[in-house]
């Protein structure tokens, strides 16, 4: 009997399934159940999970909130496009827009504070992909995102766009300074 050739016989369902088929059968069950029985572990136990929350919001409503505190909170500008870095209150609200290709504005954070930081996209769909920690959000146009954040490392953290937002998305990049 060959793979490529039709089988001899007609009625190949009705062949009885052999022992070593059965076992594989058996692992993969097996393995099957640990797996869910692990989702449900890593759902209660596991530190993967954001408290977010998300609100309808109109994208002009969102951008005039973002834009009052990014001229209230504004502490410096970079780069050739003159992007604002803004300091966040510890223990307040941030806000970081998605726009077609970029992260508006640059979010200064502290250390061991918790921030609230509100998310939304003025266009299309975007994601919120903050590397190397690996936070992954899909900030969805009409909603407002809002994720409790209590940065642990001093550092630079890249915000990178990982939902196909068009011809600039491998330019949407944006940045988080933890102080």
């Excluded at 059965?22 to 099957?32: L, R």
């Excluded at 954070?109 to 509100?118: A, D, R, S, W």
Aim: charged share 15%.
């Amino acid at each position: 009997m060959s793979a490529i050739l039709p089988p001899s016989d007609r009625l190949w369902w009705k062949q009885p399934i052999d022992k070593v088929e059965w076992a594989w059968i058996g692992i993969a069950f097996v393995w099957g159940m640990i797996m869910f029985a692990m989702m449900i572990y890593w759902h209660v136990y596991g530190k993967q999970n954001l408290s977010n929350e998300a609100y309808k919001i109109t994208p002009e409503l969102f951008a005039a909130k973002a834009e009052k505190f990014i001229a209230e909170n504004t502490i410096r500008t970079e780069t050739d496009q003159n992007i604002p870095v803004v300091k966040v209150p510890a223990g307040g609200d941030g806000y970081l827009i998605a726009r077609l290709w970029a992260w508006y504005p640059i979010l200064e954070l502290e250390k061991g504070q918790t921030y609230k930081i509100h998310l939304s996209s003025m266009d299309y769909l975007h994601g919120f992909s903050l590397q190397p920690v690996n936070i992954n959000i899909e900030v969805i146009p009409g909603y407002e995102h809002v994720v409790q954040m209590t940065p642990t490392k001093t550092g630079t953290y890249a915000i990178v766009c990982n939902e196909y937002c068009g011809i600039g998305h491998s330019w949407m990049l944006g940045r988080i300074y933890v102080k």
